[in-house]
């Protein structure tokens, strides 16, 4: 069935009670999402899920009648984190999926953005491949905005006989422009980019640092990718002719992706694209997949660190500011990996440098253990904690902590030494 937008009546196929499970990031599909937001509360009693938002619809003053949750409080949901308006569910990336196709994570409604259909009646998961199939399968009604401008990425697809309702419309994805990268992201990532060699295949975030990153790599040779998302970063790298893909010991000659984080720019390179593989997060994530690359090097991100090596990536203090992600899978598969790494790269302070993000304690949840920790980076150095004793730990990551913290931080780390724990 095929519904013009300006007539979409949700109630239709929407009954009170129902959950909604919603593309997210850059496939988030903002037309169904503007007419949720707009019909939810004459529907009453809707639940919706959808893991990362960048469109800044879902505003705590616009969701009357819709509860909403997701694996974290990433991008534009901070703010309905804030209000207390958003409920988290920990979660691996890798995880939805399934537990989507388990009922656990309700999903009555799947709405979805999705591509024109090709010559044979498919349509392309586009930006977003990470659950989305998964979705379709399990949903009692699927909605999806068919999006002209939405490009037809090789990998993940939903045949057209499988969406119950098709709303087509034509306007750019949300985007999410390259963050300004600072001096200390900079500095950051030159002693990060000391662990990537010829050969290595990258997983790596969005964001200044992770940007600054791959700006580094000008000079490598026959870097693969194996990542749960992208940016426009990875365009750079391809053109240059660094990213080839041509030493991967699976997928040779394909950069693996879940989610194009980006700008038109990176849009429209993706189209059609046979570099390129857009996979389900059971197969970007997965334990079986990653530990058959040779090489990975994981790049991931935390709010702090303690003097142990454990990783709080979610929340500080009452504020949640992140997710569980799919950090806790690549840490393990890049320290693992034949001649890997895994790296955390962070600021060593936040709040205009009030805080130090390396802590005697952390203020959060441990998101990833102290036990998978490879690598911990700031602007100050790198800190290898693989195999290494908890009061060398403490030692180390004192050193690359800021000087204006270190000596508070010693006093903690003597004790550990003198402890041994």
């Known amino acids: 069935m095929i519904v013009d937008p300006a007539s979409l009546d949700l109630a239709q196929y929407i009954r009170p009670g129902d959950h909604i499970v919603l593309g997210q990031a850059c496939g988030e599909p903002t037309t169904l999402v503007e007419a949720l937001l707009d019909q ?13 938002s960048f469109s800044g619809l879902f505003q705590p003053d616009r969701c009357e009648g819709l509860t909403l949750s997701s694996m ?21 990336v890798g995880q939805v999926g399934p537990l989507i196709e388990a009922g656990v994570i309700g999903c009555d409604i799947a709405m979805l953005q999705l591509s024109p259909a090709d010559a044979n009646g498919n349509h392309s998961c586009g930006l977003i491949s990470d659950h989305a199939r998964a979705a379709a399968d399990k949903a009692r009604v699927v909605i999806a905005e068919i999006n002209e401008q939405t490009p037809f990425t090789m990998g993940e697809s939903i045949p057209a006989a499988m969406v119950d309702v098709a709303v087509p419309v034509s306007r750019l994805p949300v985007e999410v422009p390259p963050a300004p990268i600072s001096e200390t992201d900079r500095l950051i990532a030159g002693h990060a980019a000391a662990y990537i060699h010829d050969g290595c295949v990258i997983q790596t975030g969005v964001g200044a640092i992770p940007d600054a990153i791959l700006r580094q790599l000008t000079d490598r040779r026959d870097l693969g ?3 749960g998302m992208l940016g426009d970063g990875l365009v750079d790298l391809i ?6 893909n041509a030493r991967k010991t699976i997928d040779r000659g394909v950069s693996i992706n879940g989610a194009l984080i980006g700008t038109n720019r990176l849009y429209r390179w993706a189209d059609r ?3 390129m593989r857009m996979c389900a ?6 334990d079986g997949i990653l530990a058959q690359v040779e090489g990975l090097v994981s790049i991931n991100s935390a709010v702090e660190v303690d003097l142990t090596g454990q990783v709080n990536a979610e929340q500080s203090g009452s504020a949640y500011l992140g997710g569980t992600g799919g950090q806790v899978d690549f840490v393990r598969a890049g320290a693992r990996s034949p001649g890997g790494r895994s790296l955390i790269a962070m600021p060593a302070t936040a709040r205009g440098g009030s805080v130090s993000r390396i802590t005697t304690a952390l203020s959060g949840p441990v998101t990833t253990g102290r036990t998978e920790v490879d690598v911990i980076v700031t602007e100050y150095g790198a800190a290898e904690l693989k195999g290494i004793s908890l009061a060398e730990r403490a030692q180390r990551l004192v050193s690359i902590a800021h000087p204006d913290f270190r000596e508070e931080l010693d006093r903690e780390a003597h004790a550990i030494r003198q402890r041994g724990f």
């Open 72 to 92: 974290g409080a990433i991008g534009a949901l901070r703010s309905m984190a804030k209000a207390n308006r958003l409920t988290v569910i920990p979660v691996h």
């Open 273 to 275: 694209n046979p570099a």
């Open 239 to 244: 053109e240059a002719g660094v990213v080839t």
């Open 281 to 286: 997060a059971t197969y970007t994530h997965s």
């Open 225 to 227: 990718v194996h990542s």
């Open 40 to 52: 939810a509360a004459r529907i009453g009693g809707v639940t919706a899920f959808i893991s990362t």
